[in-house]
């Protein structure tokens, strides 16, 4: 499985409220009208900058705060392909596993907005096209990128009925 696409970088302890806030999650469930407001507290217009197919790159804990769903869902709804972060908060981690979001936890420092990254999830690299360097993460256990690759926990467990 390899990906490309454009960076979007955002900073340390993005909590999931700054994903979307509880004001937009807690009146709605419409996809299409909580995508508008991704990110919006912290880059305003933000949803209109993704293109299909873009990372979110983040630095430490990123998605701690709520356990609520509708943070990784939004990201994944809006065409976003994977975030990959130096850490994220557990509960996010596995959220994105379940709702079909592509998650990589590697070092990102070295990583800018604007930047052209391309994943190779089976050999555990991201390489950075627009800088020519490559970094290394740790692969994910296969369930979990069967999981992905059903579309997410629900698709997954339909499918095959088991784990």
């Known amino acids: 499985m390899i990906l490309k696409g454009r960076v979007h ?20 469930l419409r996809m299409e009208e909580l995508i508008t407001h991704l990110f919006e ?11 299909k197919g873009n990372f979110i790159v983040g630095g430490r804990n990123f998605g701690c705060g709520s356990s609520r769903e509708q943070a990784p869902l939004v990201i994944k709804q809006s065409g976003i392909a994977a975030v990959l972060a ?47 360097k490559i970094l290394k993460f740790k692969k994910l256990p296969e369930i979990m990128v069967q999981i992905l690759k ?14």
Do not use: Q
């Open 9 to 28: 970088k955002f900073g340390d302890d993005v909590n999931t409220d700054y994903i979307i806030s509880g004001r937009y999650k807690f009146r709605t």
């Open 150 to 163: 059903e579309g997410g926990l629900t698709s997954y467990l339909k499918k095959n009925r088991s784990f």
């Open 86 to 132: 130096k850490s994220f908060a557990r509960i996010f981690f596995r959220n994105c596993i379940n709702v079909g979001l592509l998650v990589i936890v590697c070092d990102t420092k070295m990583i800018d907005s604007g930047e052209e990254l391309e994943i190779n999830l089976e050999k555990g690299i991201v390489k950075n096209l627009t800088t020519k």
């Open 41 to 51: 507290d912290i880059k305003p217009n933000f949803s209109k900058a993704i293109r």
